[in-house]
């Protein structure tokens, strides 16, 4: 099962990546201004809340994408960030996902107690183009993370990775276009050098979308729909299992953790190469994604 966890909403635009942001634009169509920061006091615990029964509203091997309205390591967000450390850690039971372009903070953001990482943190970086890759990732390379992963969505520029695949620390990168108003062109030629590095590097490559613009042998194809998006993708063949992702989630009984699952192999979706499954619903003609 994958959710979605906002504790705080609004970001302030550090990059190129960062033009066309998804939530600046969702947010003006609401009439919202997206560099406003603030606390969402609704969902603020949602990790730890419970059902009727007792149980977590967030099952045990879950994953949780954190902040995707925002940046978990945005310095207006200081002051909430020691209270998520601590649900993070006492739901070691799920991943969590983490994705930052501000990485040179994390270093001086982590809890006293992280030492060489924790299990249930997966740690992305996001790299839109090769001097943002150039910039970012070897600062997490350098960071005590368990997992690690690169993020070049949107990809609005050609990156080479071989220096940062050769030392085996980055599980997975993900690859997508720019989506909504002023969305820059990919390239497929760009992706398949992505994809060509990991290959050498045995490291898991998808490409998830091709963006609104679409560019492969100097043809410009126009793709608004999100499925059509998804599906070209998958249908280009730019998708690698490397080697295998394995996971160590506990859960805490009395104060003892005991195994939980172990996940190697990845299975995705066979018309779309986005997440690991779809799951059809009555009455929408394009699947329901999960994680």
Request: charged share 25%; aromatic share 10%.
């Amino acid at each position: 099962m994958s959710d979605i966890w906002n504790p705080w909403h609004g970001c302030k635009k550090v990059s190129p990546g960062c033009q066309n942001c998804y939530m600046f634009h969702l947010d003006s169509q609401r009439g919202k201004d997206g560099a406003l920061i603030y606390k969402v006091q609704s969902s603020f615990e949602r990790p730890l809340k419970r059902n009727r029964r007792g149980d977590f509203v967030i099952p045990p091997g879950s994953t949780i994408r954190v902040c995707m309205t925002s940046d978990f390591f945005l310095e207006e967000a200081d002051e909430w960030r020691g209270e998520v450390w601590n649900m993070i850690e006492k739901r070691s039971d799920v991943l969590f996902y983490l994705l930052t372009k501000r990485i040179e903070r994390v270093k001086d953001c982590l809890p006293e107690n992280w030492g060489d990482g924790w299990e249930n943190v997966w740690m992305n970086v996001s790299a839109e183009n090769q001097k943002m890759a150039d910039r970012r990732i070897p600062v997490l390379l350098d960071l005590p993370f368990k997992h690690r992963g690169i993020m070049a969505a949107p990809l609005i520029g050609e990156i080479d990775l071989t220096q940062h695949l050769s030392l085996g620390k980055i599980e997975r990168v993900i690859v997508g276009g720019e989506n909504y108003d002023g969305a820059r062109e990919c390239h497929y030629e760009w992706v398949q050098r992505m994809h060509q590095d990991c290959v050498k590097n045995n490291v898991n490559f998808e490409f998830i979308e091709t963006g609104n613009h679409f560019v492969r042998n100097g043809c410009k194809y126009k793709i608004l729909d999100k499925r059509k998006q998804q599906e070209q993708a998958k249908k280009s063949g730019l998708f690698y299992e490397g080697r295998a992702v394995s996971l160590h989630l506990t859960e805490v009984a009395q104060g003892e953790s005991v195994p939980l699952f172990q996940t190697n192999a990845v299975t995705l979706c066979e018309s779309c190469a986005y997440k690991k499954f779809c799951r059809t619903q009555s009455g929408r003609p394009s699947c329901m994604l999960t994680l």
